[in-house]
T-cell receptor
Framework: DQQVKQNSPSLSVQEGRISILNCDYT??????FLWYKKYPAEGPTFLISISSIKDKNEDGRFTVFLNKSAKHLSLHIVPSQPGDSAVYFCAASAMTGGSYIPTFGRGTSLIVHP | DTEVTQTPKHLVMGMTNKKSLKCEQH?????MYWYKQKAKKPPELMFVYSYEKLSINESVPSRFSPECPNSSLLNLHLHALQPEDSALYLCASSQDPGFRPTDTQYFGPGTRLTVL
C-alpha cells in the first residue's frame, strides 16, 4: 500500500514551458515533504522541500505547492530546461520511532525537449 | 566534499556467494542508510545507522548484514541471496539521524546487484 503516489510515470515538456509534477499522499501524519531529482547512474539529490505549515516554497525556477486538505503537492519548474530531464521523486516524512525517515514515491521521468 | 561514494558500481553474484557492498562519506555525517530500489519502484529503507549503531532494521532478511566500522564507512554483507534480491542498492547519509525533518539525505550512485 503506497503512502506516497506519483501517478504519472513520465512527463514530456517543451523547453521554456512549465513542467508540473504531481504527488499525492495518504498518511495525514506526514508533515514534511521533499522532492529529489535523479540522473541516470547517479543517486537522488535533494531539490526542494516544504513544511506542512506552509503552502508554497520557491527556490529559483522550482516551486513546490502543498494542498494539505487534498493531500496533494506539486513541483513546478519554470522555465523548463533540457538539463532538467531526470527522474523526480516525491517524498514525505513524519516523526516515527524518534526519526524523520522519508517515504518515497515511484518517481516521474521528466523529459524536456529542446 | 558533499559526495557519498559506493563500490562496486555493478555486482553479479551467485546464490551461494558471499560479497560486500561498501559506502563511504567524509562529510562528518552521523547517520547512514541503506535503501533497496527495484525497477519502477521507490527506494525502500533497509537499515539506519545512527552514531555508528544500528537504529532501524526494516525487517530485512538476515542474508543482508549491515556493518558500520566507523562514522565514515558503511558496509552491507551479502550471503545466500535470491534472484529476487537483484536491485539497485543505495547508500545515503545525513548530518543527524532524522531528528529534524530538514536532515537532508545525501545519496550515493548505488550498486546495481544481479543475483543469478
Amino acid at each position: 500500500d503506497q503512502q506516497v503516489k506519483q501517478n504519472s510515470p513520465s512527463l514530456s515538456v517543451q523547453e521554456g514551458r512549465i513542467s508540473i509534477l504531481n504527488c499525492d499522499y495518504t498518511n495525514s501524519m506526514f508533515d514534511y515533504f521533499l522532492w529529489y531529482k535523479k540522473y541516470p547512474a547517479e543517486g537522488p539529490t535533494f531539490l526542494i522541500s516544504i513544511s506542512s505549515i506552509k503552502d508554497k516554497n520557491e527556490d529559483g525556477r522550482f516551486t513546490v505547492f502543498l494542498n494539505k486538505s487534498a493531500k496533494h503537492l506539486s513541483l513546478h519548474i519554470v522555465p523548463s530546461q533540457p538539463g532538467d530531464s531526470a527522474v523526480y521523486f516525491c517524498a514525505a516524512s513524519a516523526m516515527t520511532g524518534g526519526s524523520y525517515i522519508p517515504t518515497f514515491g515511484r518517481g516521474t521521468s521528466l523529459i524536456v525537449h529542446p | 566534499d558533499t559526495e557519498v561514494t559506493q563500490t562496486p558500481k555493478h555486482l553479479v553474484m551467485g546464490m551461494t556467494n558471499k560479497k560486500s557492498l561498501k559506502c563511504e562519506q567524509h562529510m562528518g555525517h552521523r547517520a547512514m542508510y541503506w535503501y533497496k530500489q527495484k525497477a519502477k519502484k521507490p527506494p525502500e529503507l533497509m537499515f539506519v545507522y545512527s552514531y555508528e549503531k544500528l537504529s532501524i532494521n526494516e525487517s530485512v532478511p538476515s542474508r543482508f548484514s549491515p556493518e558500520c566500522p566507523n562514522s565514515s564507512l558503511l558496509n552491507l554483507h551479502l550471503h545466500a541471496l535470491q534472484p529476487e534480491d537483484s536491485a539497485l542498492y543505495l547508500c545515503a547519509s545525513s548530518q543527524d539521524p532524522g531528528f529534524r525533518p530538514t536532515d537532508t539525505q545525501y545519496f550515493g550512485p548505488g550498486t546495481r546487484l544481479t543475483v543469478l
